[in-house]
């Protein structure tokens, strides 16, 4: 029940990134899926989730500036990141919602 994040990198502050997250096919359709991110010295926090449906919710820390989407063909669910900031930088994780599973994250650093 554990999700592989990938997609993080190095970018330069104002630039986009997209990173995505695979899991398990058989209970992936049928899940709220959540991407969260620890930066250094803080606590992990929620970024983003989505529904089985489609219905997204953001938190304040990146709202306006992110797009959780999902595509259940591919098991996939994507964080695309606009404008990052310095203060962005952390690894992100996502992570079905009802378990309480982490799985490998992803660094994204934001130079500036």
């Known amino acids: 029940v554990q999700l592989q994040a990938s997609g993080g990198g190095l970018v330069q502050a104002g630039e986009s990134l997209r990173i995505s997250c695979a899991g398990p096919?058989?209970?992936?359709?049928?899940?709220?899926l959540g991407w969260y991110r620890q930066a250094p010295r803080k606590q992990r926090e929620l970024v983003a989730t989505?529904?089985?449906?489609?219905?997204?919710n953001y938190a304040d820390s990146m709202k306006g500036r992110v797009t959780i989407s999902r595509d259940n063909a591919k098991n996939t669910v994507y964080l695309q990141m606009n404008s990052l900031k310095p203060e962005d930088t952390a690894v992100y994780y996502c992570?079905?919602?009802?378990?309480?599973?982490w799985g490998q994250g992803t660094q994204v650093t934001v130079s500036s």
């Open positions: 992570k079905y919602m009802q378990y309480p599973y």
């Open positions: 096919g058989r209970i992936f359709s049928i899940s709220s």
């Open positions: 989505i529904s089985p449906g489609g219905t997204t």
